[in-house]
Each structure stands twice: as C-alpha cells, then as structure tokens.
C-alpha cells in the first residue's frame, strides 16, 4: 500500500495540505472524498478544438504569482503542522467582564475561579482576531490538565464539578489515568452541554500514576470557524483526589492562584503534542508515470519519518497515525503555507515576485481566481491519505479561516495531473 504525494506548485494562495484522516474522519459528513483525476480522462482538456470553447469568454490573465521551488528554493514558503498547539488553553479565570458567556456559563463554578479550557475574544492577536464566535474553543485543539505522578494504595477516587460544551459526537473531553509509560486510559467522557458533579474510582495495581483531563477537538465545527457556539469545552473546578492508603489527599479549588494560571498544585495545563512536520523538497525524483517525468524541485510530504519508502528509493511513506490501530487520531496533518499574496498586484515574469499593478480597470472586470497546481499521487483508499487546497483572506492584518470546499483528494493512478482549482467564492 503506497502513501506517497508530490507537489509542483503554479500560481498558488497555499498549497496542498497533506493529511492523515482517519477512519472515524472519513465518515464524517463534513468531509467529502474525491478522486482527482488527469486531462487524459476529459477528452474536451485535451482536444484543442473543444477546449476552445471552454475559453472563449476569457478575459485577460494576470498570473498573480509562480512558484517553481527551483532550485530546492522554498521562496518564502513555510511549513506548518497542523497538530501544533497554537498555545495552552486550560488556565485559571475569573470570568470577569465575559457576561457569563454566550449560554450563561462563564462565571466560577464556585468561589471567585474556577479552571477554564478556552479563550477570550481578542481582536488584536492574529490567532484570535478572526474568530467567529469567541468566546470559546478552536480547531485542532489537544489540550491537557493533568497532575504529578503520584503514589497510591488501594481504589484512588477523583471528584470534581465539571461543565462541558463541545460539539457532539466529534469533540470530547477525556478523563484519563496513566496505566504506565503513557498508556492513558479513559473513565470518563464527556461531549455536547453537561454540568456535572462527578466521582470516579480508579482500580490499578501501579504503584504510582497520573491523572488528566484532557480535550480534542477535530478541524472543523468550534468557536473559530463559527459552526459551534459554545461557551469553552471545560470549566473545572473542586477538584479532590484521594486513595484508599491516606498516601494522597488533594482538594483544589483554584482560589489561591493568579488568573491565568496554568500551574495549580499538583495540576499542570499542557499543550498536546506535536505530530511533526514531514514536508521538503526534492528534485531527481524517480516516479511510476508512464506519461512523463518531473526531475525539477517538488515538494514532498514524507520525508525523514520512520518508514523508507520500499518503492521510491530515498522517499518515506507517511507516517500512520498514532492512535489505535495506525488509523486513529492523532494524525499528521502537514500545511506548506506561500507568503502573503496581494490580489492587486502580479508578477511580469511569472514568477514569484509580484513586480506590478493590474490596471484598476481590469481589477472589477476578471472573472475570478485560480490556483493551479501539478501533483503526482500514489494515493489509494485503503490509506486514507488525502490531500487539500485551503486560501485565507487576510484584511487589516487579520487572517481568515482557511477555506476550502470540503474536498478531500485521492488517487492511486500513480501519474502527474494538473490541477485548476476556482477559489473565487473563498
């Protein structure tokens, strides 16, 4: 099974996304599979007569900006894993001047604070300005509260008051014990809107453990894309774990710490870890597609992970993912991003300098924006690696969410295509 992706970029916002879904992704209903597919299978692309006609009503073309990576140049493009945690988001708040929330919920559990897994509306930092419905939680949140090891004899019990309020069905939040070496094991979840006071008991014949709360969120559907409304995923608070032996005794009610507190006690709030980015680039690359062959700089997504490609010489296959069964969150999911593209402006060269003005009269009369790209795919099903275009807008400074149609591509045909993607809507 070969899980293998090359990408030559044209004129482009930003480029692939390289992924990893899992199984439980690809039946989201949010995400949409599509097989991608060559000129050689649309015979009007390759007839000159009939691709005529598909451009007859063509205005003038500006290319905005070309990107070749020559020679193993990234030209001011940067990579970015999706799985990196943009900053830690379980900390102590008071909730001052949030109005209880959007649903009445951002107020101490108990006492003056309480702990809080979101973050507020802010419209000068570049991560937040763009939220939809802040307060609350974003995409691709993994996010941890968890204690010190400790010792312990006989049943540990944990009771806390939690409220929860994450999207049903896809965003959880875990609370877990380490049954050693990081093997974490859940008695608990919680998704949708629960207000609960809670105890657990916790059997294991360890001498020592660890216990956590934890969050994950998957790419879409939170406060930041603005699909659901919520008032955080966590709100915790009189927190007590105690064993049967009297070797810990712990009540916490974060009254004693400073707001924004991310260590309380034995409590510590952690970002999850990071995935890693696999993405590079290549030239010479030796390939299957009996049509043609592209020995210029591409961008390869597996590079350098812990599985030699048997197929393509000095290439990886992806990494699975690391959850159960190689097909379980978390995944890679690996961006390379072009720099800031000015719609206002093309380049004379085709290149990637963008050295001139399109003439204000012809800025209101083009019929739209294309991102044009050359991929090769050894991308079949069973291996549930995609790939994805997204564009942002950026105005005033702020960025956008990523969009895109919900697609996710394939294709197992081992060859180069071109590819035309209208992002004009986004």
């Not at 004129?11 to 899992?22: E, T």
């Not at 999207?167 to 609370?175: A, K, R």
């Not at 924006?369 to 090769?376: D, K, S």
């Not at 690696?385 to 969410?401: L, T």
């Given at each position: 099974?070969?899980?293998?992706?090359?990408?030559?970029?044209?004129?482009?916002?930003?480029?692939?996304?390289?992924?990893?879904?899992?199984?439980?992704?690809?039946?989201?209903?949010?995400?949409?599979?599509?097989?991608?597919?060559?000129?050689?299978?649309?015979?009007?692309?390759?007839?000159?007569?009939?691709?005529?006609?598909?451009?007859?009503?063509?205005?003038?073309?500006?290319?905005?900006?070309?990107?070749?990576?020559?020679?193993?140049?990234?030209?001011?493009?940067?990579?970015?894993?999706?799985?990196?945690q943009i900053d830690t988001f379980f900390h102590v708040d008071d909730f001052n001047a949030l109005g209880g929330g959007n649903y009445g919920r951002l107020v101490p559990i108990s006492g003056a604070k309480s702990?809080?897994?979101?973050?507020?509306?802010?419209?000068?930092?570049?991560?937040?300005?763009?939220?939809?419905?802040?307060?609350?939680?974003?995409?691709?949140?993994?996010?941890?509260?968890?204690?010190?090891?400790?010792?312990?004899?006989?049943?540990?019990?944990?009771?806390?008051?939690?409220?929860?309020?994450?999207?049903?069905?896809?965003?959880?939040?875990?609370?877990?014990?380490?049954?050693?070496?990081?093997?974490?094991?859940?008695?608990?979840?919680?998704?949708?809107?629960?207000?609960?006071?809670?105890?657990?008991?916790?059997?294991?014949?360890?001498?020592?453990?660890?216990?956590?709360?934890?969050?994950?969120?998957?790419?879409?559907?939170?406060?930041?894309?603005?699909?659901?409304?919520?008032?955080?995923?966590?709100?915790?608070?009189?927190?007590?774990?105690?064993?049967?032996?009297?070797?810990?005794?712990?009540?916490?009610?974060?009254?004693?710490?400073?707001?924004?507190?991310?260590?309380?006690?034995?409590?510590?709030?952690?970002?999850?870890?990071?995935?890693?980015?696999?993405?590079?680039?290549?030239?010479n690359l030796m390939d299957k597609d009996p049509c043609g062959d592209n020995f210029g700089t591409q961008v390869v997504f597996f590079i350098g992970s812990p599985n030699p490609s048997s197929s393509y010489p000095?290439?990886y296959d992806t990494p699975f993912c690391q959850g159960a069964g190689g097909t379980s969150a978390p995944c890679q999911n690996d961006y390379i991003v072009s720099p800031v593209i000015d719609m206002t402006r093309?380049?004379?060269?085709?290149?990637?300098?963008?050295?001139?003005?399109?003439?204000?009269?012809?800025?209101?009369?083009?019929?739209?924006?294309?991102?044009?790209?050359?991929?090769?795919?050894?991308?079949?099903?069973?291996?549930?690696?995609?790939?994805?275009?997204?564009?942002?807008?950026?105005?005033?400074?702020?960025?956008?969410?990523?969009?895109?149609?919900?697609?996710?591509?394939?294709?197992?045909?081992?060859?180069?295509?071109?590819?035309?993607?209208?992002?004009?809507?986004?």
């Open positions: 099974m070969k899980k293998w992706l090359a990408v030559a970029l044209c004129v482009c916002f930003v480029a692939s996304l390289a992924s990893v879904v899992s199984a439980r992704e690809t039946a989201n209903p949010r995400v949409r599979m599509n097989r991608a597919v060559s000129e050689n299978e649309f015979p009007e692309l390759k007839d000159p007569g009939l691709r005529g006609y598909y451009e007859a009503s063509a205005v003038d073309t500006y290319y905005l900006v070309w990107y070749t990576f020559e020679s193993n140049n990234w030209q001011g493009w940067s990579r970015l894993d999706r799985t990196s702990m809080w897994c979101g973050v507020r509306a802010n419209s000068a930092d570049p991560y937040l300005c763009g939220w939809l419905t802040a307060p609350g939680y974003g995409d691709n949140w993994v996010q941890d509260l968890q204690t010190n090891s400790f010792s312990f004899a006989g049943v540990i019990t944990l009771s806390y008051h939690g409220i929860f309020d994450s999207e049903v069905g896809y965003d959880y939040t875990y609370v877990q014990y380490d049954a050693g070496g990081g093997n974490w094991q859940t008695f608990a979840t919680y998704d949708n809107v629960v207000d609960t006071v809670a105890t657990d008991y916790i059997t294991t014949t360890q001498a020592k453990t660890k216990l956590r709360f934890h969050f994950v969120a998957d790419g879409g559907f939170s406060d930041e894309d603005g699909n659901w409304n919520s008032d955080g995923a966590a709100i915790l608070d009189d927190i007590v774990v105690r064993d049967g032996g009297g070797l810990i005794n712990n009540t916490e009610t974060f009254e004693t710490a400073r707001v924004n507190a991310t260590d309380v006690g034995i409590w510590h709030a952690r970002p999850g870890p990071a995935y890693g980015t696999y993405s590079g680039l290549k030239n000095g290439l093309y380049s004379t060269a085709k290149n990637s300098t963008q050295d001139a003005n399109i003439p204000a009269g012809d800025l209101s009369l083009l019929g739209g924006t294309l991102m044009e790209y050359t991929v090769y795919r050894d991308l079949a099903v069973p291996s549930l690696v995609f790939y994805e275009e997204y564009v942002r807008n950026i105005v005033n400074g702020c960025p956008g969410p990523w969009l895109n149609d919900a697609w996710v591509w394939y294709g197992e045909n081992q060859d180069y295509i071109y590819s035309a993607y209208d992002v004009s809507h986004l």
